[in-house]
């Protein structure tokens, strides 16, 4: 039996069977955690349904989830609730910006319409999530997970806008993690390292990231989705009770290193 037995989870955000978001999913169905999904669009439909019957999850508990719409989030947790009556974790696995928004200058590239998108989807739809789930997880001793990444903190090229949503998210993350408290709910992140996914396809120069993430990073090396994966799923079980409002990096160590040496 593992250490997730018993818990449901929804988790927001899978792409593909190499996301993020599935690594986190392949972690919770190994320890025992009954799990829900939805899904952005019919063109992720069959990609998420094909995941949760690997997983042996109940494949009717995929749901449609346009995060830029209240109407949708409410509608997941109205539906989920006719077959669930409680929720225990709410993985948010969303980020997004227009592609023009993440190649070049910051100063290039950014628009009103693009940091207005880009924090839509990628910060304020935790707050939203959270909300709307907030009825379904009071009681529970629940947690809420989102993914973050190091632009939030620090410059990295070409990452433009989706540096400032992630610093938002962050934030986020704090106050939710404050205002819930009282209730039994914890909220955390995970900053995960550089990771080859759908989502990473978008940003420019994405290789060189990946290149110099194996080269400056004390394990020389980056992290794959399984090692989010476990973390996520510690973090998200009563294993850490006592943890919450916290950024965990699962990175190799680059957010350590200021500078980098020759390894001659």
């Known amino acids: 039996m593992g250490f997730m037995a018993g818990k449901k989870a929804l988790i927001v955000g899978v792409a593909s069977e190499r996301s993020i978001?599935?690594?986190i999913a392949e972690a919770f169905a190994r320890e025992g955690c009954d799990i829900a999904f939805t899904y952005q669009n019919e063109k992720l439909q069959s990609r998420v349904e094909k995941l949760s019957a690997r997983l042996g999850q109940n494949t009717d508990?995929?749901?449609?989830?346009?995060?830029?719409?209240?109407?949708?989030?409410?509608?997941?947790?109205e539906t989920l609730g006719?077959?669930?009556?409680?929720?225990d974790i709410l993985v948010h696995?969303?980020?997004?910006?227009?592609?023009?928004?993440?190649?070049?200058?910051?100063?290039?590239?950014?628009?009103?319409?693009?940091y207005a998108i880009s924090h839509d989807i990628s910060a304020y739809s935790l707050a939203a999530l959270a909300k709307a789930g907030l009825p379904m997880m009071e009681g529970q001793n629940g947690s809420i997970l989102t993914l973050t990444y190091n632009a939030a903190t620090q410059v990295v090229p070409n990452y433009n806008v989706m540096g400032l949503a992630k610093a938002s998210l962050e934030s986020c993350v704090r106050f939710?993690?404050?205002?819930?408290?009282?209730?039994?709910?914890?909220?955390?992140?995970?900053?995960?390292?550089?990771?080859?996914?759908?989502a990473a396809a978008g940003i420019a120069g994405f290789r060189k990231m990946l290149n110099y993430a194996e080269k400056s990073s004390p394990l020389r090396r980056t992290v794959t989705i399984e090692e989010v994966g476990n973390t996520a799923a510690f973090?998200?079980?009563?294993?850490?009770?006592?943890?919450?409002?916290?950024?965990?990096?699962?990175?190799?160590?680059?957010?350590i290193m200021g500078m980098v040496f020759d390894d001659d």
Not at 239 to 250: D, M, N
């Open 21 to 23: 978001a599935a690594g």
């Open 61 to 77: 508990l995929l749901f449609p989830c346009d995060v830029t719409s209240d109407d949708e989030i409410d509608a997941v947790f």
């Open 82 to 87: 006719k077959s669930w009556d409680g929720l």
């Open 93 to 114: 696995s969303v980020g997004f910006a227009p592609r023009e928004q993440l190649a070049g200058g910051f100063v290039e590239s950014i628009t009103r319409e693009g």
């Open 176 to 198: 939710l993690a404050a205002d819930l408290g009282p209730k039994g709910i914890r909220v955390n992140a995970i900053s995960a390292g550089a990771v080859k996914t759908l």
């Open 235 to 255: 973090l998200c079980s009563d294993l850490a009770s006592g943890i919450t409002g916290e950024t965990t990096f699962v990175d190799a160590g680059s957010n």
